[in-house]
């Protein structure tokens, strides 16, 4: 089950209370004070794997408290800090405050750390208050609350490269072609309900690629599964139209193409700017060839180069990867380049 979106309760632990205590041992008159600290609360901790890719897990567990400091005791003795409440979380998960809305942090790298709730001070004992004018102090504190806090996690995918397409243009199988993912896959109209990640290698070259499911006009605006799922391509560095040359008409592949490019314009700006590949599937279809040398050249209009192929013969799936691994490797070479230029800026200030 993929769940991408959550709410949490989280409580840091309370600081341990300070002791107020005096020696009393033989021979040691006047022992004076020796109340100990308490010990500090411990915190609530999330922490960003590779090892997860949804947010199942805190769905049925909403509530996480971090345990509480111990108080200080006799002879000195600090209390024990209470234990951290480390919370697992995929990579890319986004926290924001429930009441607010404001993003409070963005766990990208794996092993990325935030901690949205801080736990108590601890008390003093009355050790800490004995002065030259007060020999036999009776004050100590109480160790403070720690803080409390609701929040939104939501998922974003982390994907070199999203298919996106109308329901049933073929996205699945391409990815089950090109991956080790396992989507499910008939012989029937249906639509993906939930984004499918899967490692793609091209000749010592990898990237992961996720199957958007299937967009309809107004997604933008939340009709069918909607911005749930336009999300998710929003962290791609490469987007892949998929379009279905044997869909029946009035469709035809530029106004699918059209309107595809309109719902991620409504969506985001930055999601419309976004590199972009053709893609026509079901090439094995002879409706499909029909239809593209009909549109052959309006296409080509749009993109100088299109990549028609047939995920159930193969034909066509060699050289629409070599293109992906071509953009990507530019695309990695470009941030490679922008970084050594900073670091060299950097050394030169």
Known sequence: MFVDQVKILVQAGKGGDGCCSFRREKHIPRGGPDGGNGGPGGDVVLVATHNLSTLIDLRYQQHY????GQHGRGQGMTGRSGADCVIAVPRGTLVKDRETGEVLADLVEDGARYIPAKGGHSGRGNACFKSSTNR??????????GESRTLFLELKL??????VGFPNAGKSTLISKISNARPKIADYPFTTLVPNLGMVLVEGFSFVAADIPGLIQGAHEGKGLGVRFLKHTERTRLMVHLLDLSAPEPRDPVSDYLALREELKSFSEDLFQKPQIIALSKMDDPESVKK???YREKLEAISPNIFPFSSATGEGLRPLLYQIKQNLEAMNRERDAL???EASGGMEE
């Open 136 to 145: 036999a102090p009776r004050r100590f504190e109480e160790g403070s609350p």
């Open 339 to 341: 970084a050594d230029e």
């Open 65 to 68: 408290r971090a345990e509480k």
């Open 158 to 163: 982390l994907a070199d490269v999203s298919i």
């Open 292 to 294: 593209l040398e009909i």
